[in-house]
């Protein structure tokens, strides 16, 4: 077993700094003593290593708590639309990527895949169809993902491989889109667009194991040491091959969707079993859909789209029955609800299930995104003892897209402050590949409200804004509820995991700016190294 004092640091907990104890005590996974230099050497008791940290502050380990790592490894392999601002420079980069494959196998190639398309930043808002797509891919079958990972876009080959035609019927809480004449347009959306997923995960199966190594090491790199997955099964697959050949960088909450749920039962799995580096949590029912695809479930319609307020993609009472059935077996729900409609439907099924003495569940449950809300669903939701599990920096990014959609409405968005003042728990993320993976961006974006550019003045929405102690917590102690590990995880502290990240800067000192900007050196996770700048 590795024994390692680590000194000549500034070790922090949420919210306190500890100039007094500069050195800490590591012996295998475990923090054993934080003290003096000299208490820890003795402590020691044998031969160890030393590592001077040169006076940089130190922080726990911070953890992503819904991520989507699988479809992050996988953009690597994949066409990134996200620069396009037309449908002709969008096309422009699916015709170069095909002409490459074609010209790497003449003989014929199989499919391509890309994705972050947003035809919201495009001068054409227009939503694009599958005529436009055949016309620079031919034969080859081609998916594209919207940025949202709510839509995507295929072509006419790749409806044929899938075996979705013009009679198909679409699938509770998806559709596929179709023309005035009935005709597909090649836009599969919500629960059509998740089976979409789960058809292609044995086609991407290999492009997974190469490219996860760099994406765990690209994580470990801002400090992150445990991370919330929210895909599949697929991922799940490459985890454990990991884990099992002892090359599992940092630790995995393996939340598992929905169309994973009798398998869970038939085998017997329950939320929090396994170890301290591959543990399953959640399992992940979609409530809604997204606010930029205009699918998360209101309570009043869109502007200038009489009748639609979006789409329930798990209906109430088959949301009451599955958050039912996921209790009556040791498992926890985490609901996805953006919309404030999919909020109150989030928090009533929970509310079902819920004892007035927390006991029943080994994990608590989960309301994925929480974006917008009532001011008497926030007050619920603190109640409940569930997480809410939110990405700051997806507040600052939808500024203009909230206002534009939902201003003058009696809601809330992105309350964070609120629903900690209700007595709700906060686990903060990134649901990459949407949002950057670098919690610094997301705390500053919590303590601001603003842009890294400083908009808007003031920030958005300023009474949500958290302390840099709140929005810590978010990333440390926050997700440790949510995964049931607070004696062991989101601090330092003797007896905890030795996952921590060393800074180039005191964050809690430093101005927002230079917060921004700051940046890991060192990367520890089970009392060994993971990364180094």
Known sequence: MSVTVYENGVFHTPGARTESSPAMLVRGETIEHIGTSADCNDRANGPHATVDLGGADVVAGFTDSHIHTAQLALQSAEIDLSSARSLDETLALVAARVSAARAA???GTDWIFGGRWNNRLWVDRATPTRFQLDAVTGDIPVALHHGDLHTFWVNSAALARMGIGRDSADPIGGSYSRDASGDLTGILGEAAAFAAERFFAPLTSSALDATLGATLQGLLAHGVTSIHDIDGEDALRAFSARHQAGRLPLRVHKLMPVA?????????????DGDDWLRFGAVKIFGDGSLSSHTCLLHEAYPGQPGNTGIAVTPPELLNALVQRLADNGLAAAVHAIGD??????????????????SGA??????????????????????????????????????????ELLGGRDIVSYAWRSILDAGGTLAFSSDAPVESTNPFTGIHAAITRQRTNGYPQGGWQPAERLSRA?????????????????????????????????????????????LLDTAVTLTVVGGEVRWAR
Not at 262 to 271: A, F, H, N, P, Y
Not at 485 to 499: C, F, I
Request: glycine residues 8%; proline residues 6%.
């Open 362 to 403: 080994l994990l608590p449950n989960r309301v994925e995104h929480v974006q917008h809300s009532t001011p008497n669903d926030i007050t619920r939701l603190g109640a409940l003892g569930a997480v809410a599990c939110m990405q700051p920096s997806s507040c600052t990014s939808d500024i203009d897209m909230v206002d």
């Open 260 to 272: 994973s749920l009798e398998s869970l039962i038939e085998r017997g799995i329950r939320s929090g």
């Open 470 to 514: 709140e929005a810590f917590a978010a990333y440390t102690t926050g997700p440790a509820t949510a995964s049931g590990e607070t004696a062991s995880k989101g601090r330092l502290a003797a007896g905890y995991l030795a996952d921590f990240a060393v800074l180039d800067r005191d964050p809690f000192a430093v101005d927002e700016a230079a």
């Open 341 to 358: 409609g999919a909020v109150t439907n989030a928090v009533a099924a929970l509310e079902r299930v819920t004892r007035p003495d927390g």
């Open 105 to 107: 196998e003449p003989h």
